[in-house]
């Protein structure tokens, strides 16, 4: 059965560090989504990709993160410089094309800003 | 705004059923999901419904759906000790957007 995979799982970062998350949708799936959960909250939208381009980043705070899926196929998250409130869990879903009302998630990257 | 509102914790009996409730402010959203995560894991889609449908059953999964009252329920059936997670209700918007609720935490006692 197909999967989204994310990576690192796990990542420890000192606050003002760069770093970096990594996504791989499921083969064919056109829309490439990245949430943050905080600790004992649901999911919330980051950024949206419909192939390469972004759809919605509405609630992505772009004076230090960034997203790109420059080949419309995997995506890079980013965060510079991390900040303690950046302490989450950071998924990744995706959507094939003929059902998007369908979102598949990923194992997620747990992230811990010190 | 759009908001998901589900209660944080339910208990139930390993064979008895559990029934997790959740609500949605939303009029328009277009599907509604029920979403299962296990410690430290990602979210699993369990099933959905569309918002002109009131019921859908699952083999052990029953969703029910009142549009007029914007609630939605999923009822587990014969509840095991491995169902025991987190479960996230959450309604799609007209955007396509997936508003996600707190999560219920579901604990099976033997």
């Known amino acids: 059965e197909a999967e989204v995979a994310q990576s690192p799982r796990y990542k420890i970062t000192e606050k003002s560090q760069a770093v970096a998350f990594w996504c791989d949708p499921i083969?064919?799936?056109?829309?490439l989504y990245w949430y943050r959960q905080i600790l004992g909250q649901g999911p919330e939208l980051l950024v949206q990709?419909?192939?390469?381009?972004?759809?919605?980043d509405s609630q992505l705070p772009k004076d230090r993160f960034s997203a790109e899926r420059l080949k419309g196929v995997d995506s890079t998250l980013k965060i510079q410089p991390a900040e303690l409130g950046d302490s989450a869990m950071y998924l990744c879903a995706s959507s094939p094309q003929d059902r998007d009302y369908e979102q598949y998630f990923g194992p997620g990257t747990r992230l811990t800003v010190t | 705004g759009e908001d998901v509102e589900q209660s944080l914790f339910l208990s139930v009996r390993e064979g008895d059923s559990s029934v997790i409730n959740c609500t949605y402010t939303?009029?328009?959203?277009?599907?509604l999901y029920w979403y299962k995560q296990e410690p430290g894991a990602g979210l699993q889609l369990l099933t959905y419904i569309f918002s002109n449908m009131d019921m859908k059953q699952d083999q052990r999964l029953t969703v029910l759906l009142n549009k007029k009252d914007k609630h939605l329920s999923l009822r587990i059936a014969d509840t095991q000790t491995g169902d025991s997670a987190i479960y996230f209700c959450a309604a799609r918007n007209q955007g396509g957007k997936l508003i996600f609720g707190q999560g219920t935490e579901l604990s099976v006692k033997p």
């Open positions: 990709f419909q192939d390469e381009s972004v759809v919605d």
């Open positions: 939303d009029s328009s959203s277009t599907y």
């Open positions: 083969s064919g799936h056109a829309t």
